[in-house]
């Protein structure tokens, strides 16, 4: 039944049921209280009224006995002129001696004699003593000490709340408690209904309104995501509520944000597929037309046309292969493929290495090569064939496009932690307009993507194997060539 209940009339049953258990709590409390003040009340003035009785009236015959009969009498008068006492005497042992009580009232003959001592010695009131028309009951009491020749000879105990006026009290009290049931009942309707109508404003409305721009976002998915993404946060929340509104449009501009980014990484794949299809069909459709010359007009072509024909084609069949051959390289660096295999090595050695293989074309095209490596290095903790091939990338590019008589040059240097190395050419540079995808998969959507680039998929492999070691590459600004610079952590 609860479970069908909405979260405002949930909330409004918990508080209207507390407020009716805490009622009930006060209500016993003060009843409870209202009782130990009024015994209290009725024992304090009430305290002297025994031994009154014992100093004004003749308890005891000339022989120091107690007369029955006599007291009977005394004690009907008595609480015919007070009927809410009931007088008694009690001998020193407990027992009941003498009482004016009714035929078959008397339930107890004995009764304790600890509170009437506690009485007697100055106890806090309310002291409750044995009720002797009753097997239970305890009631508060006056009493004072009967002597004779004196020494103790009984106790007048007067219970100061009798049968009659425990009747009018029980009365009183069962139409008290039903009042304030009542009364209780009335004000837990009444605080419940208000606390129904401020949770409805307060907490649920704003919660259901939060719950309505969820559930947008399932009928208009990412539309619906974006929209909540563009509302303002609220610096300063007051409630929860508003916590929880602000974490939503948070959320919702990180999946918009990631969106954004997958939706931008899927149309680079459909660019970078349509580059690649158009470079690869390119070399394709020349080495498959050379080959088709040199199939249908071989017996007519001379032997220094056919050696030209094939020398193409096979220029052609290296660039298909050298593409694909970065293809496969580039995704597996992408997907987790390769994995570095890191080791302690010497980076100026490496370098010179690596420029002893170009020592044969940088003099055949007439280029020189200065490698700037100032002091001792530490060693760098990486793989040592990614490192080798982002330098030979990087300086087979510098090769290529530096003219005859140019210089290029290869500077390594620690700076911050990170081991830096900048290779620079003297060549013609490259163009601003492609600086800012130099790095980035080629698309054939842009206009410069059918020229030929500085280093094609290379610079990106480069930059993949780099980031895989937590390093990275730029492009420097330079007055004249190109100027790179990657980093690796030591």
């Known amino acids: 039944m609860i479970s069908h209940l909405t979260l405002s009339q949930r909330l409004s049953l918990l508080f209207s049921a507390t407020l009716v258990l805490c009622m009930f709590v006060a209500c016993g409390v ?108 305890r009631k508060v009491f006056s009493v004072a000490p009967i002597l004779l020749n004196g020494n103790l000879h009984s106790y007048l105990y007067i219970i100061l709340q009798g049968e009659d006026l425990n009747a009018l009290a029980n009365t009183a009290w069962h139409k008290a408690l039903t009042d304030a049931i009542v009364g209780s009942l009335l004000l837990a309707l009444l605080f419940g209904s208000l606390a129904w109508w401020l949770v409805k404003k307060w907490v649920t409305r704003p919660v259901e309104q939060l719950t309505s721009e969820v559930n947008d976002l399932e009928q208009d998915s990412i539309s619906a995501i974006k929209s909540l993404a563009a509302r303002p946060v609220n610096l300063a929340p007051e409630n929860e509520v508003e916590l929880l509104r602000n974490t939503f449009i948070e959320l919702s501009r ?69 593409l694909s051959q970065q293809l496969f390289e580039l995704a597996r660096l992408e997907h987790g493929g390769i994995k570095p295999q890191r080791e302690r090595f010497a980076m100026a050695e490496l370098i010179s290495d690596v420029a002893q293989k170009f020592e044969l074309t940088t003099q055949t095209r007439q280029l020189r090569m200065h490698i700037d490596v100032p002091g001792p290095l530490p060693l760098v903790y990486a793989d040592v064939s990614m490192i080798e091939r982002v330098v030979t990338n990087l300086l087979d590019n510098a090769v290529r496009h530096t003219p005859a008589g140019g210089e290029i040059l290869l500077k390594v240097w620690q700076e911050n932690g990170l081991l830096q190395v900048e290779v620079a050419d003297s060549g013609s540079g490259i163009e601003r307009a492609l600086r800012d995808d130099l790095f980035q998969r080629p698309s054939a959507l842009n206009p410069q993507a059918s020229r030929e680039n500085r280093g094609g998929l290379g610079l990106l492999i480069v930059k993949r194997m780099l980031e895989l070691h937590g390093g990275g590459i730029r492009l420097m600004d330079s007055v004249s060539g190109a100027r790179f610079r990657f980093f690796v952590p030591l």
């Open 30 to 137: 003060q009843l409870y209280s209202s009782k130990q003040y009024g015994d209290a009340m009725v024992q304090r003035l009430s305290a002297g009224l025994a031994q009154q009785i014992v100093n004004s009236e003749p308890l005891l015959d000339n022989q120091g006995k107690a007369n029955t009969e006599n007291l009977k009498s005394l004690f009907d008068r008595l609480m015919t002129l007070n009927p809410s006492v009931e007088l008694y005497v009690v001998s020193p042992q407990g027992h009941i001696v003498a009482d004016a009580a009714p035929v078959g009232h008397m339930k107890r003959q004995t009764i304790d004699l600890t509170p009437l001592n506690n009485y007697l010695s100055g106890a806090a009131f309310p002291v409750y003593g044995d009720d002797p028309r009753s097997l239970d009951q």
């Open 254 to 322: 990180k999946i918009a944000s990631q969106w954004d980014q997958l939706a931008d990484g899927d149309r680079q794949r459909r660019e970078f597929i349509a580059n690649i299809s158009h470079d690869l069909r390119t070399p394709l459709t020349s080495l498959l037309g050379y080959l088709e010359t040199l199939s249908l007009k071989s017996a007519t072509l001379s032997a220094e046309e056919q050696n030209q024909y094939l020398a193409i084609a096979l220029r052609q069949g290296q660039k298909v292969r050298h």
